[in-house]
């Protein structure tokens, strides 16, 4: 009887164990289920387009298949016709443009979100201006600047940064603004001053809006490149999507596209890295 | 005023507006001492820790800590909020030395302090755990310490047990106990709960219906650990219920 006890415990422990590795074997499992449910429908997806043209059934003028889409892709990293570049230097030009407003608008965008969102009066100071520059789209601001600034790569970086600098600074303004005013009070019977209680309470309280509003500003500001290239460019991921219209080639276009697609992904998930650096606790992702 | 004073309310008064919610509210606090507060409900118990916390201005007369009026940036009063408080973004550990890093303590002063609270606390294995990754009741019980590891002048808590089990609630009721035997805290506490008030306090005051005035001031001389099963509990309990009866 006495031997029976720890026996039975190790024996316990075993089965524990045994069924945790047979649960995280399903979750593994499931997991590659699903996976493979997501690229069943990216695959069949291609391979109906791919049929469609081979067929004729869409003229290939209006739309190439997938593999030609693929060819051109590896070939524009060498060849730089017909537009006169090849890929990356589109690439790098874009990338370049892109963080320029990006980057204007963070620093501008975010420092004014906050404050705006701490200081009342700052906040009726900025917010009429700022309410009725919002709701104007980027583009609209295309032939102001130009006649302000020209046809080269500050008019272009000005496009992006106002695509940019509203989410910046209404996300921040909202984060401060929401703070728990009773996180607040803890730090006012600490003795902190004003300058404290906005940062350490009302900026990590903030982040996690914060950051939101940086994603959304770099999804607008890579979106809003393309618009920004019609102004004349000599390269670019638009101004290539741009010659492969004229020049009747939806291959290039795609192409430009898939690149304008996969850079914002890779880009967002560079954010969401920085992200977790920063974002502790409960608003952690 | 003799020296072993801490806290000293005068003549306090609050309206807002028309509506008078405190009045003329006059007591001491000794160095040490563990008062409690009861009343009926809605009779202005928070308004009156909010005077004491300096959140919002009084009307009319003064509170003093150590002959001097009250100010957070000068003395150090700790607040525990009745809802939960702690710092999200922040661990157990930051959390309960954020009120000392907030006065700029000398840092080895900040570490000396924490490491006695979370040990008085057993919150050892959560030292670098988040709020979110434990139960509220534990929570509130980073969000106490953080309160006690400020050496406060004048500690003040509002119903900090108000959401919690009856269970929970007499395990942190000796705890807070505990803390202020090891501390020396002076701490004012605000409970609705006459056993609760009873169990804990040395003296209670016991507040009107509003506009609040102190009704009586009842010292609690029961030994402890105190029973709520001992007769002279339930003498001292039945004579305060007695006093805010309204019905």
């Not at chain 1, 404050?115 to 032939?143: H, Q, T």
Request: with cysteine; net charge positive.
């Amino acid at each position: 009887m006495a031997n029976e006890k720890p026996s039975s415990a190790v024996h316990n422990a075993a089965a524990v164990s045994e069924s945790i590795r047979i649960e995280n074997q399903n979750r593994a499992r499931e997991k590659r289920q699903l996976f493979l449910i997501s690229l069943t429908s990216v695959v069949i997806c291609l391979l109906i387009w791919e049929i469609a043209v081979r067929t004729a059934l869409i003229n290939p003028k209006y739309l190439s298949a997938p593999s030609q889409v693929f060819q051109s892709f590896i070939t524009k990293f060498y060849d730089p016709k017909p537009d006169g570049a090849i890929l990356p230097v589109h690439f790098i030009s874009s990338l370049y443009l892109a963080l320029v407003g990006y980057f204007a608008a963070v620093i501008i965008g975010i420092p004014l979100g906050l404050v705006m969102g701490y200081s009342k009066v700052f906040y009726k100071l900025i917010n009429p201006v700022f309410e009725i520059v919002r709701p104007i789209p980027p583009i609209a601001w295309i032939p102001l600047s130009v006649i302000w600034l020209g046809i080269g790569t500050t008019a272009k970086g000005f496009i992006i940064f106002l695509a940019a600098f509203v989410p910046c600074v209404i996300n921040a303004y909202t984060g401060v603004h929401q703070t728990n005013p009773t996180l607040i009070n803890v730090a006012k019977t600490c003795g902190a001053n004003d300058w404290q209680i906005f940062t350490t309470v009302c900026i990590p309280s903030a982040l996690p809006l914060t950051f939101t509003g940086l994603r959304v500003a770099l999804g607008n500001s890579w979106s809003t490149l393309v618009a920004a290239e019609l102004l004349s460019a000599k390269a670019g991921l638009g101004y290539m999507i741009q010659q492969g219209r004229s020049l009747v080639r939806p291959d290039i276009i795609i192409v430009g596209m898939l690149s304008i697609g996969i850079t914002g992904a890779l880009l967002s998930a560079c954010l969401s890295r920085v992200e977790k650096k920063f974002v502790k606790g409960r608003n952690a992702r | 005023m003799s020296n072993d004073v801490k806290v000293s309310v005068r003549n306090l008064t609050k309206c807002f507006g028309d509506l008078k919610v405190l009045d003329n509210i006059s007591f001491d606090i000794k160095k040490g001492e563990f008062i409690c507060v009861v009343g009926p409900t809605g009779c202005g118990k928070t308004t009156f820790l909010n005077l004491l916390t300096r959140l919002i201005p009084q009307t009319s007369g003064e509170i003093l800590i150590d002959g001097e009026p009250a100010d957070p940036k000068k003395h150090n009063i700790s607040f525990v909020f009745q809802e939960p408080s702690a710092f999200s973004w922040l661990t157990t550990q930051e959390n309960i030395e954020y009120g000392l890093r907030i006065k700029k303590m000398p840092e080895e002063y900040i570490k000396q302090q924490s490491d006695k609270v979370i040990s008085l606390l057993g919150l050892d294995r959560f030292r670098n755990a988040y709020p979110h990754e434990m139960s509220v009741s534990m929570e509130q019980r980073v969000v106490i310490g953080r309160a006690f590891a400020m050496n406060p002048d004048l500690l003040l808590m509002d119903e900090p047990y108000g959401q919690m089990d009856i269970k929970m609630r007499f395990f942190l009721e000796d705890e807070v106990i505990k803390l202020w035997k090891a501390t020396g805290a002076t701490v004012l506490f605000i409970t609705h709960n006459l056993e609760e008030a009873v169990y804990l306090a040395e003296r209670v005051l016991v507040l009107s219906a509003k506009p609040a005035t102190i009704k009586a001031q009842v010292p609690i001389n029961i030994e402890r650990p105190r029973k709520v099963s001992d007769p002279a509990f339930i003498e001292v309990r039945k004579q305060i219920t007695d006093m805010i009866k309204w019905w």
